[in-house]
């Protein structure tokens, strides 16, 4: 009975510090962002976009701290495979809903094709066999028109790939209309040297969160998700 005098507070301490890390460990989620702007990029050393500040907004009504790490579209399932992040927002594609799942809308942005000069395409039927370029995985609500046969090719940054369409290798380039206007600007491509924007739709960029992320801090999320509309942008 002595010995177990003596045990008691060593384990009540124990259990106390046990629970205290778990805490700490919940306190901070993982994020990985696409890095593209407006909605996710480094500038001057800081982390600035539309999707870095919902993703602070949203962690911060569920109470808990976020840590962002900026890397390439194909990177980011891959990160949450691997268990290094805990969630995202962005698109739906086929790598992503493998290995996380939604839990809702935060922000609709315009899809949209936008084609090379001297093209006479005006609208989504013309596309036919059309070879479109297209951040890896993206556009997939381009990708489902089967029925346009169109030859998809991924891009290694849309700055280049607006390049290219200004030279006529890409019969159209596929982005949302927040990201044609930024790198356009980049480039240094004016509006004229390029062909007719052709709307695919309006597509949601949702919250995903890792599928085995602990059900107390997905409730958390969905209901810190359920206090604000989603964003949308014209």
Not at 30 to 46: C, D, I, N, S, T
Not at 105 to 125: F, H, I, K, Q, Y
């Amino acid at each position: 009975m002595p010995v177990m005098r003596h045990l008691l507070p060593r384990v009540a301490l124990t259990c106390m510090l046990l629970w205290a890390s778990s805490v700490s460990a919940q306190a901070v989620l993982k994020a990985a962002l696409f890095e593209v702007a407006p909605y996710a990029q480094r500038e001057g050393g800081e982390l600035r976009g539309l999707y870095v500040d919902l993703v602070r907004e949203l962690g911060a009504s569920a109470g808990v701290q976020v840590e962002i790490a900026l890397m390439p579209f194909a990177r980011v399932p891959h990160a949450l495979a691997q268990g290094e992040v805990e969630l995202t927002i962005g698109f739906s594609t086929d790598a992503l809903a493998a290995v996380s799942r939604p839990l809702g809308p935060v922000v609709w942005v315009e899809s949209l094709v936008v084609m090379r000069p001297g093209s006479s395409a005006t609208d989504l039927p013309q596309l036919q066999g059309a070879l479109i370029g297209r951040a890896r995985g993206g556009c997939q609500d381009l990708a489902q028109r089967v029925d346009l046969h169109l030859r998809l090719t991924d891009v290694s940054s849309f700055e280049s790939a607006l390049r290219m369409l200004a030279l006529g290798r890409l019969d159209g380039l596929c982005l949302t209309r927040d990201v044609l206007h930024h790198y356009s600007a980049m480039a240094s491509i004016e509006r004229h040297r390029l062909g007719a924007e052709i709307l695919v739709g309006q597509r949601p960029a949702m919250l995903y969160v890792r599928n085995d992320l602990a059900p107390d801090m997905v409730a958390k999320l969905r209901v810190a998700l359920a206090k604000r509309r989603p964003i949308k942008l014209e």
